[in-house]
């Protein structure tokens, strides 16, 4: 199954900065999702760019897709130390019925 | 109340008991999850279920059952535990109304073998 790969593992910040995390996939995809999780909790889901969408905005949130190179990235503008969290692509496969999940980004904010 | 709802929170057993975890739903969804998270490791699909009488494994259902009773209520089981299965399981949910189909996930549930 189509599994995304986020880069970096690790991102530490100052509150105010931008965080951006990237995912890379393999295959066709239908669209692809971000989620968050806080520490020890259930994953959250963020935000959902389509195929043939290529930037998505919700509030603080840019999400960008770029089919030829199968990428994607998140980002975060004037970050908070709420921000804190692992954050997960989820891309969704053409003939896929599932979504799978990688290993995440740790994003910490330092106030 | 919560949407997606996993018991216990946490739970601590021995090799070789059998544990059941539930999960129960408030959402109607009729597509229900089970997945592992591990350090290091990301998310691992365990089973999935499309409605009540669709069961499919995932990629590491071995060691691994589920029945899904109803519409709301999805269990997984760990016929004889063992200590590889520390981990902690989520219980996620999505209504399958085509391709920009989201998941709800439970708050999950800490599963410690000894």
């Known amino acids: 199954s189509q599994q995304g790969e986020e880069d970096p593992q690790a991102l530490s910040i100052q509150e105010g900065e931008n965080a951006t995390m990237n995912c890379s996939y393999k295959t066709s995809i239908n669209n692809l999702q971000w989620y968050r999780q806080n520490s020890g909790r259930g994953l959250v889901h963020l935000i959902l760019?389509?195929?043939?969408?290529r930037e998505k905005h919700s509030g603080r949130l840019r999400v960008t897709l770029d089919t030829s190179k199968k990428s994607s990235s998140l980002l975060i503008t004037a970050s908070r130390a709420a921000d804190t969290a692992s954050y997960f692509c989820?891309?969704?496969?053409?003939?896929?019925?599932?979504?799978?999940f990688g290993e995440g980004t740790q994003l910490t904010v330092n106030p | 109340d919560a949407d997606v709802t996993q018991t216990p929170r946490n739970r601590i057993t021995k090799t070789g008991k059998r544990i059941m975890l539930e999960c129960s739903q408030t959402k109607g969804h009729d597509r229900m999850y089970w997945y592992r998270q591990d350090p290091g490791l990301g998310l691992r699909l365990i089973y999935y279920?499309?409605?009540?009488?669709?069961?499919n494994k995932g990629e590491i259902s071995d060691g691994y059952s589920v029945s899904r009773q109803a519409q709301a209520k999805f269990s997984l089981s760990l016929e004889s535990a063992i200590p590889n299965q520390t981990a902690l399981y989520f219980c996620?949910?999505?209504?399958?109304?085509?391709?920009?189909?989201?998941?709800?996930f439970g708050s999950g549930t800490q599963l410690s073998v000894l």
């Open positions: 760019i389509r195929s043939n969408e």
């Open positions: 989820a891309p969704k496969e053409t003939s896929g019925s599932r979504l799978t």
């Open positions: 279920s499309f409605d009540v009488k669709d069961i």
């Open positions: 996620a949910t999505s209504d399958g109304q085509g391709p920009g189909e989201k998941l709800f």
